[in-house]
């Protein structure tokens, strides 16, 4: 791959808007999961190539999130994340709806979620600290999914067992973000199916097969769990309103790979009586490699909870830069912060705004070398897993405060 192109890759993952676009959830359009002509793709199960993320607002038929909403964001929460300030969370569908609604008093619920294929990464975990920060500023009500079934049909190697150690894992991660556990319900499926059924097989009824194929890309080869696992996902978007027994707004906080579950959802919502779930969707974080999205399918690139202080550093000292070849050069010319994981990694995670953007500037001018980025991302790194690893072994003794049913996980 020549320099031009993997620099508009990486940039791609970034890039920030200008206009305004707006929604149109009838359009066929929306159905349009990877025209093809585009040299990117995004679907739950795959990301791939050189994410355009205005042509996915228009692809994916939602809303950019304005300088407008942000203030209508500081003026009911007071402060703005940063991950929002920033940009990380760039899209949404009825986000103004929701805060319409909160002004109103009427309370909404949180709804997000993970597949437990694997060790929780630091790129999970930006939805979900994002999420704590809705569920602190607006008390709203949690409920989080373990899609088990989705990963056990979907991977071809993976045990139920296997799965099963996962998903034990991947629930101490999220209670180490420290949401609230009496505002907090986790949904582990095949644990919890019978909360989820009934809805789950009102949704599967108003779906076709062709809509479903047009959404998610299913085809003939396609094993026919997966093909009917989407309702279960949208499940939890109107168990808010069964909970409390009258129509109740739900928001899902997430990166946007997830949205295919969202439009297919809000196609029956109205239908059966429920308001169309909300969506704030993120950006991806990339991995250290050269490209792609932080993934744990490429565990050498990404940063795991669980991984030791050896093995951070390890990773972070091998990371792709957006350095020059040799330092006489990097002093010489700069380096291209844009293109480089590691100072997007401190940006979206460990530096003050400032301190990311006298970061750009050093770089560019060439006084800073990767080294001492590298060196920034591994210390700050460590001193935060070492926390988190704390909290999550805390965690062990409070799993079931947060279940469903109030049961402990069954290992
Ligand atoms: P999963 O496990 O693939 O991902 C969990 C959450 O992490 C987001 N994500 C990322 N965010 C930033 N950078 C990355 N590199 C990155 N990789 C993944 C995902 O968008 C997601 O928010 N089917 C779902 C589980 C699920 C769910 C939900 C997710 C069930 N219900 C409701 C969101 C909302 C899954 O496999 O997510």
């Known amino acids: 791959m020549n320099g031009r192109r993997l620099f508009k890759r990486l940039r ?38 050189e994410i355009d993320y205005d042509k996915l607002i228009k692809r994916f038929g939602t809303q950019r999130i304005t300088k407008e909403l942000l203030n209508e964001v500081r003026s009911i929460a007071g402060k703005i994340h940063p991950l929002l300030r920033l940009g990380y969370f760039f899209s949404h569908r009825d986000f103004d709806w929701i805060l319409d609604r909160y002004r109103s008093n009427e309370s909404f619920y949180l709804y997000t979620g993970r597949g437990p294929s694997g060790m929780v990464h630091m790129g999970h975990l930006m939805p979900w600290i994002f999420t704590k920060y809705l569920q602190d500023k607006f008390n709203s009500n949690l409920l989080f999914q373990f899609t088990d079934d989705e990963k056990f049909l979907h991977s071809q190697i993976l045990s139920r067992q296997e799965i099963r150690l996962y998903t034990y ?27 989820l059924y009934p809805i789950a097989t009102e949704i599967a009824k108003r779906i076709t097969f062709s ?47 997830q949205d295919p579950y969202w439009r297919m959802t809000r196609d029956v919502a109205e239908r059966m009586g429920y308001p169309k779930p909300a969506q704030i969707h993120s950006k991806f974080i990339p991995g250290l490699g050269i490209s792609g999205k932080m993934s744990s399918s490429k565990p050498e690139t990404a940063l795991f909870t669980t991984d030791e202080p050896e093995v951070v550093e390890k990773k972070v000292a091998t990371a792709f830069t957006g350095g020059q070849a040799t330092v006489q050069l990097q002093r010489l010319l700069g380096g291209n912060p844009i293109a480089c994981p590691v100072f997007w990694y401190l940006r979206y995670f460990f530096d003050s705004e400032r301190d ?10 060439g006084n800073l070398l ?34 469903y049913d109030g049961k402990e996980y069954e290992k």
């Open 12 to 49: 791609g993952l970034f890039v920030s808007y200008a206009h305004i676009m707006t929604s149109s959830d009838s359009e066929d359009s929306k159905y349009k999961q990877n025209s093809g002509e585009d040299e990117f793709k995004v679907t739950p199960w795959e990301v791939e190539g």
């Open 169 to 195: 894992e991947n629930i101490l991660d999220v209670i180490a973000i420290g949401f609230k556990p009496q505002k907090t319900r986790f949904i582990v499926d095949t644990q919890h199916i019978k909360y």
């Open 211 to 257: 809509t479903a194929s047009a959404v998610f890309g299913f085809s003939n080869s396609t094993n026919i769990g997966m093909i009917g696992f989407p309702p279960i996902q949208a499940s939890p978007c109107f168990l808010p309103s069964i909970i409390e027994g009258k129509q109740t707004p739900v928001l899902i906080p997430a990166a946007i790979d």
């Open 356 to 365: 990311s953007y006298d970061r750009l500037l050093k770089c560019k001018s």
């Open 370 to 403: 990767c080294g001492e980025c590298k060196a920034d991302l591994a210390k700050e790194s460590k001193i935060f897993l070492k926390e988190f690893k704390e909290r999550r072994e805390h965690a062990k003794n409070v799993v079931a405060d947060f279940m």
